[in-house]
């Protein structure tokens, strides 16, 4: 059981905008920044948004990050068949001192 | 670049000690304000930090993890290292190496592009 909380599965048409959750408590993004991870299959994870919303270098705008009290979201617009994948959020948690992930969305591209 | 490489033994048998290596090339260990970083990843499962160090050799592991994990670094390598000992089939899974920016942070960039470690007799 994941620390953080995140659906199992999401789906979406090519064009549609898709948003995936992450929810936790006070310790971990109620008082931390959260980061989201972008997985493709048999692939490493790719960094894909920081700080709650800053994108790094080559990251499309279609994906953009918020924060709000102790959950958090991934929204992808203008959604393509290559974002097909698995996307993780993490955070810091204080409580456990140490940094914890989401159990994983699966993004499916209809 | 930067880029991460992990490297070890596929297949452990149970109770022994699982170690591996990520080196570092495209930039050097020492000298910054990064942490270094394990994290696996078990077949189908979701990402589980496992520890991170300093290139000073400070270090800080996951609670659930922490009494069979060691971390270390070799600067004049620049690698570190993963020992994870008393395994069983639950450490089966993928091994990431990865930059970590700092306690405090759940920021991992870049990644390793991960081994897999087997548990099996």
């Known amino acids: 059981q994941s620390v953080l909380t995140q659906p199992p599965s999401a789906s979406g048409t090519p064009g549609q905008r898709v948003t995936i959750s992450c929810s936790g408590s006070?310790?971990?993004?109620?008082?931390?920044?959260v980061y989201w991870s972008q997985q493709l299959p048999g692939t490493a994870p790719k960094l894909l948004i920081y700080?709650?919303?800053q994108r790094p270098s080559g990251v499309p705008d279609r994906f953009s990050g918020s924060k709000s009290g102790t959950s958090a979201s991934l929204a992808i617009s203008g959604l393509r068949s290559e974002d097909e994948a698995h996307y993780y959020c993490?955070?810091?948690?204080?409580?456990?001192?140490?940094?914890?992930f989401g159990g994983g969305t699966k993004l499916t591209v209809l | 670049q930067l880029q991460l490489q992990e490297s070890g033994p596929g297949l452990v048998k149970p109770s022994e000690t699982l170690s591996l290596t990520c080196t570092v090339s495209?930039?050097?260990?020492?000298?910054?304000?990064?942490?270094w970083a394990w994290i696996r990843q078990a077949p189908g499962k979701g990402l589980e930090w496992i520890g991170s160090?300093?290139?000073?050799?400070?270090?800080?592991?996951n609670p659930s993890l922490k009494s069979r994990v060691t971390i270390s670094v070799d600067t004049s390598k620049n690698q570190f290292s993963l020992k994870l000992n008393s395994v069983t089939a639950a450490d089966t899974a993928v091994y990431y190496c990865?930059?970590?920016f700092g306690y405090g942070s759940g920021q991992f960039d870049p990644w390793g592009q991960g081994t897999l470690v087997t548990v099996s007799s």
């Open positions: 993490a955070t810091w948690d204080d409580s456990l001192r140490g940094v914890v």
């Open positions: 006070s310790s971990n993004i109620g008082s931390n920044y």
């Open positions: 700080k709650n919303n």
């Open positions: 495209g930039g050097s260990i020492s000298g910054s304000s990064y942490y």
């Open positions: 160090i300093y290139y000073s050799g400070d270090t800080y592991y």
């Open positions: 990865a930059r970590h």
